[in-house]
């Protein structure tokens, strides 16, 4: 069975950094495009970065120069560095594994940012 597990969640103070982290197993994890989204009550997720099996990446224009998004093939892993936090990323995160017609999402790990 697919597994798309995130972690390193938490609560962050304006200004701080967190790194999550997402780590999928049994898929070819090196053919998927692995994206991170978020998602507030009342609102529709939405994508805050995606990298391509190639390792091309893209990113909301709301965490451009801030955020990361990276690779870790030999692990089945991608991260998102986050810098620079603020309350408006407050969120749930979600990481999505792509390739062809299979999609598989995580159940997101909770990231809050807050004095």
């Known amino acids: 069975q697919v597994q798309v597990v995130e972690s390193g969640g938490g609560l962050v103070q304006p200004g701080g950094s967190l790194r999550l982290s997402c780590a999928a197993s049994?898929?070819?994890?090196?053919?998927?495009?692995m994206g991170w989204y978020r998602h507030t009550p009342g609102t529709q997720r939405e994508l805050v970065a995606v990298i391509s099996s190639g390792g091309s990446t893209t990113y909301a224009d709301s965490v451009k120069d801030r955020f990361i998004i990276s690779r870790d093939n030999a692990k089945n892993t991608v991260y998102l560095q986050m810098n620079n936090l603020n309350a408006e990323d407050t969120a749930g995160y979600y990481c999505k594994a792509t390739w062809a017609s299979r999609v598989y999402w995580g159940q997101g790990t909770q990231v809050t940012v807050s004095s």
């Open positions: 049994r898929i070819n994890f090196s053919l998927y495009a």
